[in-house]
């Protein structure tokens, strides 16, 4: 079945640092989704991405949809303490209506 | 506007047992979602809704798992019987309705809220 990987599984970074990570799949996706969880909640979602090669910005927070269509990265620009959570990639499978998730990239940011 | 409801918020059971978990939508939310989130993992979908009708549920385990949504507005799942491998968070989620398709091909997607889950811990 469609499968995304995400990396880093884990971040530990400094207060102020950029973060990076990504996402890929060997299946195309129409549609990419990035969401953040905290702990004892349920995702909220950050940035939705439409088109191959779109850059979408959010706050601090920029998503590209790959032009591949196989993959997407999710930037967090001087991050702040309260951006530790877990972040999920998601995608929307070609033909259908089902959202398949990553298994997150968890960040911890030190003050 | 209030969010996605779900009860209980921890759920301790033994194997073998039943359970029951319950979910009220974001109101005049069309589609309800029902996931599955092992520690350490992404939300995998259970079932799909859309009003009372059963859009996806290709990955319920239909032996043991099983979900309504009788009125097309809250839902419940239930486990019977559980086991250890159930332990887990269930996610409800609801979208305004499911996605649709635009002009080349694309889906615009239509947001899914989450609610905060059901830790389930099967002894």
């Known amino acids: 079945g469609q499968q995304l990987n995400q990396s880093p599984q884990s971040m530990f970074i400094q207060e102020g640092e950029d973060v990076s990570m990504n996402c890929t799949s060997s299946s195309i996706f129409n549609t990419w989704l990035w969401y953040k969880q905290d702990p004892g909640e349920g995702p909220v979602l950050l940035i939705a991405l439409y088109k191959a090669g779109e850059l979408t910005s959010n706050g601090r927070l920029t998503a590209q949809f790959g032009i591949t269509r196989k993959d997407s990265f999710l930037n967090i620009s001087a991050s702040i303490p309260s951006d530790v959570g877990i972040y999920f990639c998601a995608g929307l499978i070609t033909g259908g209506f089902k959202t398949i998730f990553g298994a997150g990239t968890r960040l911890f940011v030190k003050a | 506007e209030a969010g996605v409801a779900q009860s209980p918020r921890y759920k301790i059971i033994e194997k073998r047992q039943s359970v029951a978990f319950w979910c009220n939508p974001i109101s005049g939310h069309a589609t309800l979602y029902w996931y599955q989130q092992i520690l350490g993992q992404g939300p995998k979908l259970l079932i799909q809704?859309?009003?009372?009708?059963?859009?996806?549920d290709s990955q319920l385990p239909k032996d043991r798992f099983s979900a309504e949504r009788l009125k097309g507005v809250d839902s419940t799942l239930k486990i019977q019987p559980a086991k250890l491998e159930d332990s887990a968070v269930y996610l409800c989620a609801s979208s305004l309705d499911l996605p649709a398709r635009l002009a080349g091909g694309r889906l615009s997607y239509n947001e899914q809220f989450f609610g905060p889950g059901t830790r389930l811990t099967v002894l």
């Open positions: 809704f859309q009003n009372n009708g059963v859009v996806d």
